[in-house]
């Protein structure tokens, strides 16, 4: 079984600040990964994900994360934030083809002018 | 492209009560989720479908939960009866295939509130 964990339940930042959201991962097997977002009474959205290959993903509104193997992670990145990235933030863990998604518990941006 | 579609949005009920949830999926999505997230919590899976066979459903507590996914299309999740613990937001999701690392994409919740 593979287990995900979201180091930091909530993470205040400035605008246009640096943010890292961290996420580590355990799984006996190679995994796929997953960054998605939630904005406030919205179902999850895709950020962006790691298949194989190159370990720095570029996903969508200027988020990136990198795939560490050695040490099970998958922190996600922004160099710089906007008021509207206020949202809770979600690692997901696919252990295999037909495997389920594990989410980890979230960590709660918040961007203050 | 229309999205995931679920109703109600949210959901007052009193204890003991029935209550159903109904999901549509994006249209060509063979595989539908149902997920279960608690207040500062991540999704956790209840069931999934691919097509109409319920082929995860371990998580899916049988004593009062039941799902349906009759014509391999839109779903419905049901509890009978509620309890106050089953207070969360009720996620909908589907996805091309269920295989590999295929997109999830989430409808807007249902907010179950039990009283």
């Known amino acids: 079984a593979q287990s995900v964990t979201q180091l930091d339940s909530q993470v205040p930042v400035f605008e246009e600040a640096p943010v890292e959201l961290r996420c580590n991962y355990s799984?006996?097997?190679?995994?796929?990964l997953f960054w998605y977002v939630q904005y406030p009474n919205q179902g999850l959205q895709l950020l962006l994900k790691?298949?194989?290959?190159?370990?720095l993903v570029k996903g969508i509104n200027g988020f990136e994360a990198e795939f560490n193997k050695s040490q099970t992670s998958f922190h996600l990145r922004k160099p710089s934030v906007h008021i509207s990235d206020t949202a809770e933030y979600f690692c997901?863990?696919?252990?295999?083809?037909?495997?389920?998604?594990?989410f980890g518990a979230g960590t709660q941006v918040v961007v203050t002018p | 492209e229309a999205g995931v579609v679920q109703s109600p949005r949210y959901k007052i009920i009193e204890k003991k009560q029935p209550v159903a949830f109904w999901c549509n999926p994006i249209?060509?999505?063979?595989?539908l989720y149902w997920y279960l997230q608690n207040l500062g919590q991540g999704p956790e899976l209840l069931i999934r479908?691919?097509?109409?066979?319920?082929?995860?459903d371990s998580q899916l507590p049988k004593d009062r939960f039941s799902a349906e996914r009759l014509k391999g299309v839109d779903s419905t999740l049901k509890i009978q009866p509620a309890e106050l613990g089953d207070s969360a937001v009720y996620l909908c999701?589907?996805?091309?295939?269920?295989?590999?690392?295929?997109?999830?994409?989430f409808g807007p919740g249902t907010r179950l509130t039990v009283l």
């Open positions: 999701a589907s996805s091309r295939s269920g295989q590999g690392a295929n997109e999830q994409f």
């Open positions: 799984s006996s097997v190679s995994v796929y």
């Open positions: 790691y298949l194989s290959g190159s370990t």
């Open positions: 997901a863990v696919k252990a295999d083809s037909w495997g389920k998604f594990q």
């Open positions: 249209s060509g999505h063979n595989t």
């Open positions: 479908y691919e097509n109409e066979e319920a082929v995860d």
